[in-house]
């Protein structure tokens, strides 16, 4: 049996949306194809978008697909001319031939040979992978070292709270500097502070920003939580810009990228 292969999502632009092709797998024998626009749109010119889209990458890869578009938000796009099904779907028949259009196509009428790996895995023998078993030593080993960061943390927490002041109490000249120069370092910040506090030394802007941040975020919790139902349409409206800039972003990104490789 294969292992599972896992790949990448191919994507690129077009003139007001990014177009994301998400490979299928042994999960999932359905490949799904994203239109996110960026700017304004019509019903009409999503559908007609979607209808020029599906046949470019059908043909490119003829696995089940299915075509669907996204506002500038990333929210699925309803298309009251088609229904309560607004996706493109297609699939190939037992002669090969695409099916398609504004419909679900029940797992009944797609053929077992379409949907089986081998098949799978013959359209898609060019494309990068990973298998599972890959991708579970890759997530394991960033994990093993930022374990590993963490305890040299603990370590480095563990002799500057524990080991220098027992050095201090047990003596000895090696061990009594290093508790020296601690004391001294002690002090030193100790009245670093408090001739900040006293007005000798005016604060830092940074760390002024940091204060006026601080206070805001407090001032704001105490006003969140006297009207929830504004905190919760703030918050939604927060998410949706988040979502428009970085689907932007994302989409000038790949934009410079496509530049880049045409000039080279």
């Known amino acids: 049996m294969i292992q599972a292969r896992l790949r990448d999502s191919e994507k690129q632009i077009r003139e007001n949306y990014l177009v994301e092709y998400s490979f ?75 099916v398609s259009g504004w419909r679900h196509f029940p797992d009944s009428v797609i053929s077992d040979f379409v949907k089986s790996e081998e098949y799978r895995e013959s359209v898609y023998a060019a494309i990068p992978y990973e298998t599972s078993e890959e991708v579970k030593k890759r997530v394991d080993k960033e994990y093993l070292q930022r374990a590993i960061a963490v305890r040299w943390l603990r370590y480095l927490y563990l002799f500057v709270v524990v080991i220098i002041p027992l050095a201090w109490l047990i003596g000895g000249l090696f061990c009594s500097i290093i508790a020296i120069f601690s004391t001294i370092w002690a002090f030193c910040s100790s009245g670093f502070r408090a001739m900040k506090a006293f007005g000798f030394i005016k604060e830092s802007a940074i760390a002024q920003t940091k204060r006026d941040e601080s206070s805001k975020k407090e001032h704001y919790f105490y006003h969140c939580s006297r009207n929830p139902e504004g905190f919760e349409r703030l918050r939604n409206e927060n998410w949706d810009r988040e979502q428009r800039e970085s689907i932007k972003k994302e989409y000038s990104e790949i934009a410079d990228k496509q530049k880049d490789s045409l000039t080279l």
Not at 56 to 79: C, K, N, T
Request: aromatic fraction near 14%.
């Open 24 to 98: 299928a797998n042994s999960h999932c024998y359905l490949a799904t194809l994203s239109l996110t626009y960026i700017n304004t749109y019509s019903e009409s010119q999503v559908v007609a978008d979607i209808e020029y889209e599906f046949p470019i990458w059908y043909q490119r890869y003829p696995i089940p697909l299915m075509v669907s578009a996204f506002d500038p938000s990333g929210s699925l796009i309803h298309l009251k001319s088609k229904g309560d099904w607004t996706h493109y779907c297609g699939h190939p028949d037992t002669d090969n031939k695409c």
